[in-house]
Each structure stands twice: as structure tokens, then as C-alpha cells.
């Protein structure tokens, strides 16, 4: 009798569902990306983001305990500087934001969260390039990775677990693990943005980091189109001494991350950017979209294409409904 197989039968009841899920979503995979301005009295909306906000001190450490407390497995910090110059001075100051920041959490929380921080000049510079400049304005590769390295101490030493080197820098993730070991700091953990695609899906964020930057950063950041070379990035930084790799953007790039997931031996994460994160915020405020739904959708299919970590600015809340 037709038919002879029956695949709804393992969908007729929630139980049954459950029972033979696939994809895995839960709250220790997701990473909170967070931001903390210098000076700020008190949290600033981000327009373009609704519910993110560029935080105060004291707002950042209650909004990671509430990250910890829900269960989200990590937080990566961001600065934002009162003050930028060519060569992004702040980033290397013990007294900048981004450092004062990361010796508060860590002192907040000590080992309960992994601390991350955000290993790139881009925040921290009055053009907002992710480098410094030579003098024909192009970015300077080598000169970038000296200040890389003394950042990467610093951040290291205020207490930072893992570092998350995103500027696409040739050689960026071997000079640091040589700075950081050097300085005593083995122990710090290296998340290697090794595939990061220029892509228009970082509007929201130059907002979020009062981007300065004019023109694109095409000369670093991979184009769209390439697979391969993403691969190749990949394993370049594999050979330098990467602990955990990152594919950034995550949704319009799925193809990559599974390519990422099939070939690394170490663990890989997807950064669900600021951009998809505006767009469903935008349809379900317009209700075309089930909020919470989709959320969980959009996160279910990073992990299913092979992401073991998530960054997402819905790490809280969607630890909460997982719970």
C-alpha cells in the first residue's frame, strides 16, 4: 500500500519531535557581544539595534551578570573611546575603556563566563580602519600587527580568557599567540576571525561603535563571492596557533561555515551580525514575523550548518526562552 514510508510519523507529537531533533540549541553555546562607552552616565541607545545599547560601566556589569546568570557561555566586549587618533592609542592604554571594562568583569565574575575581547583598532582610530596607515593612506599590514600584539597583551593582563583578533591582518593570530606567550600569558585562548567578508550587513554596528570610518575595507576583508580562499585563511591560522575560528558574517554565509565546520579540528563559531539581527528586529516590530520564532529559527540554522558557538546580541534572551 502507497505510501510505504511514513517520515511524519516522527513529527505527529511535540514529544516525538524532541525526541529525534537533529541541531542542539543551547544557552552555553551563545555568546553576548556587548558594548561599554567611555564617559557615558548612562546606557545610549543604538537606533538601528533596538534593545542594544552602548553601556555605561556600571550597566555593563549588570547586564553580564545577567548574561552569566541566564547561562550564555560568553561575552565579547567592545570599546568605545572618547577620544581617537591615527593610531588607535586607546587600545593599548591600561586606563582605556575597552581594558578598564574587561578588569571589571573579570573582577565581576572571575572564571564563571569566558571574557572575550575584541582584538582590532577599528573602534579606536579617527579614520576607523582596523590598522594603522602608511602614508599613502593605504592600511599598513606589519605596522598594525605591532600594535596588535601590545593590545593583545593588554587586554590579556585586564583579564581577558580569549581574544578575538578581527581585523584580517596577514599574520595577525601568529604574532599575537608569540606576544601573549612571551608576556607570560599561555593561557590566553586566541577566537581567530579567520573568514570575515566585507559585507553591508555591518551597518548597524559602525553605529554601534561610532564607526569613523570613510570608504570600505575591501583590501582586508574577503570579497563576498570566495569560498576557497576562506579555506585558505582558515588554515593559516590554523598552522599559527588559533584556538577556536570564526566565520563572520553568519546567515548569508551558511556555505561557508559548514565548509569551516567539516575541515577544522578545532571548534568554530558564527558571529550573527549586527545587520541580520536589524532586520528581523525590523519585521517583527512591522509584525511580518513571529519574533521569537524566527530568533530561534535564525540560531538553530547557525548551529545546524556546524557553528559550536554563536555570537548573537540575542544571547540573553534567548537563553531564557531555552531554559
Given at each position: 500500500?502507497?505510501?510505504?514510508?511514513?517520515?511524519?510519523?516522527?513529527?505527529?507529537?511535540?514529544?516525538?519531535?524532541?525526541?529525534?531533533?537533529?541541531?542542539?540549541?543551547?544557552?552555553?553555546?551563545?555568546?553576548?557581544?556587548?558594548?561599554?562607552?567611555?564617559?557615558?552616565?548612562?546606557?545610549?541607545?543604538?537606533s538601528?539595534?533596538?534593545?542594544?545599547?552602548?553601556?555605561?560601566?556600571?550597566?555593563?556589569?549588570?547586564?553580564?551578570?545577567?548574561?552569566?546568570?541566564?547561562?550564555?557561555?560568553?561575552?565579547?566586549?567592545?570599546?568605545?573611546?572618547?577620544?581617537?587618533?591615527?593610531?588607535?592609542?586607546?587600545?593599548?592604554?591600561?586606563?582605556?575603556?575597552l581594558?578598564?571594562?574587561?578588569?571589571?568583569?573579570?573582577?565581576?565574575?572571575?572564571?564563571?563566563?569566558?571574557?572575550?575581547?575584541?582584538?582590532?583598532?577599528?573602534?579606536?582610530?579617527d579614520?576607523?580602519?582596523?590598522?594603522?596607515?602608511?602614508?599613502?593612506?593605504?592600511?599598513?599590514?606589519?605596522?598594525?600587527?605591532?600594535?596588535?600584539?601590545?593590545?593583545?597583551?593588554?587586554?590579556?593582563?585586564?583579564?581577558?580568557?580569549?581574544?578575538?583578533?578581527?581585523?584580517?591582518?596577514?599574520?595577525?593570530?601568529?604574532?599575537?599567540?608569540?606576544?601573549?606567550?612571551?608576556?607570560?600569558?599561555?593561557?590566553?585562548g586566541?577566537?581567530?576571525?579567520?573568514a570575515?567578508?566585507?559585507?553591508?550587513?555591518?551597518?548597524?554596528?559602525?553605529?554601534?561603535?561610532?564607526?569613523?570610518?570613510?570608504?570600505?575595507?575591501?583590501?582586508?576583508?574577503?570579497?563576498?563571492?570566495?569560498?576557497?580562499?576562506?579555506?585558505?585563511?582558515?588554515?593559516l591560522?590554523?598552522?599559527?596557533?588559533?584556538?577556536?575560528?570564526?566565520?563572520?558574517?553568519?546567515?548569508?554565509?551558511?556555505?561557508?561555515?559548514?565548509?569551516?565546520?567539516?575541515?577544522?579540528?578545532?571548534?568554530?563559531?558564527a558571529?550573527?551580525?549586527?545587520?541580520?539581527?536589524?532586520?528581523?528586529e525590523?519585521?517583527?516590530?512591522?509584525?511580518?514575523?513571529?519574533?521569537?520564532?524566527?530568533?530561534?529559527?535564525?540560531l538553530?540554522?547557525?548551529?545546524?550548518?556546524?557553528?559550536?558557538?554563536?555570537?548573537?546580541?540575542?544571547?540573553?534572551?534567548?537563553?531564557?526562552?531555552?531554559?
Open positions: 500500500m502507497f505510501p510505504e514510508h511514513r517520515p511524519r510519523r516522527l513529527r505527529s507529537t511535540a514529544a516525538l519531535r524532541r525526541l529525534v531533533s537533529e541541531t542542539t540549541l543551547r544557552p552555553r553555546q551563545l555568546i553576548l557581544p556587548m558594548f561599554v562607552a567611555e564617559g557615558a552616565e548612562t546606557p545610549r541607545p543604538i538601528s539595534m533596538p534593545g542594544v545599547v552602548q553601556h555605561t560601566r556600571d550597566t555593563l556589569r549588570k547586564a553580564a551578570v545577567e548574561a552569566v546568570q541566564a547561562g550564555v557561555g560568553g561575552l565579547m566586549l567592545f570599546g568605545i573611546p572618547a577620544e581617537r587618533d591615527a593610531t588607535g592609542s586607546g587600545a593599548v592604554d591600561d586606563n582605556g575603556i581594558n578598564v571594562a574587561l578588569r571589571d568583569l573579570r573582577s565581576e565574575l572571575g572564571d564563571s563566563t569566558v571574557l572575550m575581547a575584541d582584538t582590532c583598532l577599528d573602534e579606536f582610530t579614520h576607523g580602519h582596523c590598522g594603522v596607515l602608511d602614508e599613502g593612506g593605504a592600511v599598513d599590514n606589519d605596522a598594525t600587527l605591532s600594535v596588535y600584539a601590545d593590545m593583545a597583551v593588554a587586554q590579556a593582563e585586564a583579564g581577558a580568557h580569549m581574544l578575538g583578533p578581527s581585523g584580517m591582518m596577514d599574520g595577525q593570530v601568529g604574532v599575537i599567540r608569540r606576544a601573549l606567550d612571551e608576556a607570560g600569558h599561555a593561557e590566553t586566541i577566537l581567530a576571525y579567520s570575515k567578508y566585507a559585507s553591508a550587513f555591518y551597518g548597524p554596528f559602525r553605529e554601534a561603535v561610532d564607526s569613523q570610518l570613510t570608504g570600505d575595507r575591501k583590501t582586508y576583508q574577503q570579497d563576498p563571492g570566495n569560498a576557497r580562499e576562506a579555506l585558505r585563511e582558515i588554515e591560522d590554523l598552522e599559527e596557533g588559533a584556538d577556536a575560528i570564526m566565520i563572520k558574517p553568519a546567515l548569508s554565509y551558511l556555505d561557508i561555515l559548514r565548509q569551516a565546520a567539516d575541515a577544522s579540528p578545532i571548534p568554530v563559531a558571529y550573527n551580525i549586527s545587520g541580520e539581527y536589524a532586520m528581523v525590523a519585521a517583527a516590530a512591522n509584525g511580518w514575523l513571529d519574533r521569537e520564532r524566527t530568533i530561534l529559527e535564525v538553530t540554522s547557525i548551529r545546524r550548518a556546524g557553528a559550536d558557538m554563536i555570537l548573537t546580541y540575542w544571547a540573553t534572551e534567548a537563553a531564557a526562552w531555552l531554559d
